[in-house]
């Protein structure tokens, strides 16, 4: 029989006969191998373990540790969750059931109802059909037999997920057992790979995510290859519970989510105060960097969107409006402005790069289900700017944005990752243009040392873009910041400047956040510290404890002391026990107590109790103001 050859991702060459799967080329190299791979890739292809190979190409196994590997754990194991529900809740109708980030769902239509009382059921169902070890197969039909199929299984959303398929697709389902699943794959070999499986929750989910179709169940649920991992991760969810920023932000009166304005957050004063300083920190960090800053209408007419190709690539997700018989939008982006602002004057290649901010206002039409507290909203307050910039300056700009993303978030202790997004498929431009800004993008991440992951056909319509991905402190990832590097928009505005050369050449421009939301930016914030903000951001810096209404007057002068140096001072001078004050004072996180009895009235000194660091002993006055005054304008992090 003929052989292939095969390279492998350590750079090996081995020699099997035509025909061998994958798995056998596993087992052959490891029985822990074989044990352990999920899935493969050929040619960077991914694929299932029983592919077979029949000519020479390079390839990798993949286990769960890869995210191919986990993404394929996580559908096979949305397959076993359907066919729990089928077999204890029979003429259940099966709609999509992908792999998320940290689990999976399945969208059902059911006559039941489910509620939590229903996930140990089907957590038991779903543990018997992996310990049944179900093989897992794969085949395939043409389209009109597989919609016959589908037709007489009663699956209508199957039926009509085929009819939307293009001609050329390849129809293939995957078969466990009983359960057969129109799906492209890939999955792991037999349903006994998924060895620890949870049920966590359940929501409505309207089909294909129109509000005119019918509301289906959407029941979430997680998986791991080991118990240990499982109940790891269900501490880290009990841990993001209590941090939860909606919850924390309505006890600490930072903000509210009110009926009147779905998806437009309220800021309180406390809140303000947050914002404000991330705010100060802001501008104290883009000064440095030599930005300018502008502030461009919140509401633009239509033909601005039309220019920018916001209007038809955009449009679903924006507010309209008619004002004098012509059509005007709320603006969902800040670029088109900002490039008025650019031609309000002849510039010129001496004013390159020009760097310009913008914290403008942004609105954009979110649907209901998808609103989540400060996280995913419709009106957000977006740290923007703009870089117009020959050529070849594009390299050393990019760098200069990605080390100020490094110096900011390295500021709150975050760790993040970098991801690279090329051309999507709905884009403008040429294909010379965007390898022209892919490579540039590229060069600069190389030359800056920074890692990155390539997220192919990703990115923004007018450009590619670097994102940046934080990890907060229980593991969680959260995409802030972004760098697009943009050759439409100049075109498409006429934007131009006059060269060395004396004659009109277009600049090129990047698009970039650092927070991204600012408010979306505190709610990370709120759970990453659990509300406890450092010093410098808390709303309330210190409160004063008088033990009785006689010290009251002691607490007056020392509040006075402290705000002349710039600290935010709150006095509870209320009747109640100094105690209870201690507490009321921690539930709202309070950097620092300070308690005022008869002893310090006497030595005019203040007896201070840390929020994270207990009892500190006792200060002077002017030593403890010296103490916070430099916390605070240094912004430290404790």
């Known amino acids: 029989m003929a052989k292939?050859?095969?390279?492998?991702?350590?750079?090996?060459?081995?020699?099997?006969?035509?025909?061998?799967?994958?798995?056998?080329?596993?087992?052959?190299?490891?029985?822990?191998?074989?044990?352990?791979?999920?899935?493969?890739?050929?040619?960077?292809?991914?694929?299932?373990?029983?592919?077979?190979?029949?000519?020479?190409?390079?390839?990798?196994?993949?286990?769960?540790?890869?995210?191919?590997?986990?993404?394929?754990?996580?559908?096979?194991?949305?397959?076993?969750?359907?066919?729990?529900?089928?077999?204890?809740?029979?003429?259940?109708?099966?709609?999509?059931?992908?792999?998320?980030?940290?689990?999976?769902?399945?969208?059902?239509?059911?006559?039941?109802?489910?509620?939590?009382?229903?996930?140990?059921?089907?957590?038991?169902?779903?543990?018997?059909?992996?310990?049944?070890?179900?093989?897992?197969?794969?085949?395939?039909?043409?389209?009109?037999?597989?919609?016959?199929?589908?037709?007489?299984?009663?699956?209508?959303?199957?039926?009509?997920?085929?009819?939307?398929?293009?001609?050329?697709?390849?129809?293939?389902?995957?078969?466990?057992?009983?359960?057969?699943?129109?799906?492209?794959?890939?999955?792991?070999?037999?349903?006994?790979?998924?060895?620890?499986?949870?049920?966590?929750?359940?929501?409505?989910?309207?089909?294909?995510?129109?509000?005119?179709?019918?509301?289906?169940?959407?029941?979430?649920?997680?998986?791991?290859?080991?118990?240990?991992?499982?109940?790891?991760?269900?501490?880290?969810?009990?841990?993001?519970?209590?941090?939860?920023?909606?919850?924390?932000?309505?006890?600490?009166?930072?903000?509210?989510?009110?009926?009147?304005?779905?998806?437009?957050?309220?800021?309180?004063?406390?809140?303000?105060?947050?914002?404000?300083?991330?705010?100060?920190?802001?501008?104290?960090?883009?000064?440095?960097?030599?930005?300018?800053?502008?502030?461009?209408?919140?509401?633009?007419?239509?033909?601005?969107?039309?220019?920018?190709?916001?209007?038809?690539?955009?449009?679903?997700?924006?507010?309209t409006l008619t004002i004098d018989e012509e059509d005007f939008a709320v603006k969902p982006m800040n670029c088109p402005g900002s490039m008025l602002v650019y031609k309000t004057e002849m510039r010129s290649y001496k004013d390159f790069p020009l760097r310009v901010g913008e914290v403008g206002r942004v609105h954009r039409h979110e649907l209901s289900g998808a609103l989540h507290g400060l996280m995913r909203v419709r009106a957000f307050t977006q740290d923007d700017a703009h870089i117009y910039m020959l050529p070849e300056q594009i390299k050393d700009e990019i760098k200069n944005v990605a080390h100020l993303v490094d110096e900011v978030y390295t500021q709150f202790g975050f760790k993040y990752h970098v991801e690279l997004s090329t051309r999507p498929e709905d884009s403008m431009g040429s294909e010379e243009e965007w390898d022209y800004a892919e490579t540039a993008l590229k060069a600069a991440l190389e030359e800056a040392g920074m890692k990155y992951k390539l997220n192919p056909g990703d990115g923004a319509f007018y450009g590619p873009k670097i994102d940046f991905h934080l990890e907060d402190c229980i593991g969680r990832t959260w995409q802030c910041g972004t760098i697009q590097l943009d050759m439409q928009m100049p075109q498409r505005f006429d934007l131009t400047y006059i060269g060395r050369d004396g004659e009109r050449h277009r600049p090129v421009m990047i698009h970039r956040v650092v927070y991204g939301s600012i408010e979306r930016f505190m709610g990370i914030l709120i759970e990453h510290f659990a509300g406890k903000f450092p010093t410098w951001l808390s709303p309330v810096h210190v409160k004063i404890l008088p033990v009785a209404s006689r010290h009251a007057e002691y607490g007056e002068s020392i509040m006075k002391t402290l705000k002349a140096k710039g600290l935010r001072v709150e006095l509870d001078d209320r009747s109640e026990k100094v105690g209870y004050k201690i507490r009321e004072a921690q539930l709202e996180k309070v950097p620092y107590m300070l308690v005022v009895g008869d002893k310090e009235v006497e030595d005019g000194n203040l007896s201070v109790r840390s929020r994270d660091r207990g009892e500190l002993g006792v200060f002077s006055v002017t030593d403890f103001a010296d103490l916070v005054a430099a916390e605070v304008s240094e912004r430290k992090f404790y």
Not at 94 to 110: C, E, M, R, T, V
Not at 151 to 176: A, H, M, N, T, W
Not at 204 to 214: C, E, F, I, L
């Open 4 to 319: 292939v050859k095969l390279t492998l991702k350590d750079g090996s060459v081995r020699e099997v006969e035509q025909g061998t799967t994958l798995f056998e080329v596993a087992k052959e190299i490891s029985g822990r191998l074989a044990k352990e791979g999920l899935v493969g890739t050929v040619n960077g292809n991914v694929v299932d373990m029983f592919y077979k190979l029949e000519e020479d190409a390079e390839i990798e196994i993949l286990k769960f540790e890869e995210e191919d590997g986990e993404d394929a754990f996580r559908h096979t194991s949305s397959h076993i969750l359907a066919q729990a529900v089928q077999r204890l809740f029979p003429g259940t109708q099966l709609a999509i059931g992908p792999a998320i980030d940290n689990g999976f769902y399945y969208d059902f239509d059911s006559e039941h109802v489910f509620t939590e009382e229903d996930f140990a059921l089907i957590e038991e169902e779903m543990k018997k059909i992996v310990k049944e070890a179900y093989e897992i197969e794969r085949f395939e039909l043409p389209r009109d037999e597989a919609v016959k199929y589908m037709e007489e299984k009663g699956e209508p959303y199957k039926v009509e997920l085929i009819r939307d398929l293009p001609e050329d697709e390849i129809i293939s389902f995957y078969k466990q057992g009983e359960f057969v699943d129109l799906c492209a794959g890939p999955h792991v070999p037999a349903t006994d790979r998924v060895k620890a499986i949870k049920v966590l929750s359940v929501a409505g989910a309207y089909w294909r995510g129109d509000s005119s179709r019918k509301m289906l169940q959407r029941v979430y649920g997680t998986s791991f290859p080991k118990a240990s991992q499982l109940e790891e991760y269900i501490t880290r969810l009990e841990e993001a519970k209590k941090r939860d920023h909606r919850k924390l932000g309505k006890e600490l009166k930072l903000f509210a989510l009110l009926e009147e304005g779905p998806g437009f957050p309220f800021i309180l004063p406390k809140g303000m105060v947050v914002k404000n300083e991330l705010m100060k920190y802001w501008r104290d960090v883009h000064d440095r960097a030599g930005y300018v800053e502008i502030e461009t209408p919140i509401m633009l007419n239509h033909h601005l969107w039309e220019t920018s190709g916001h209007w038809y690539h955009y449009r679903d997700n924006m507010y």
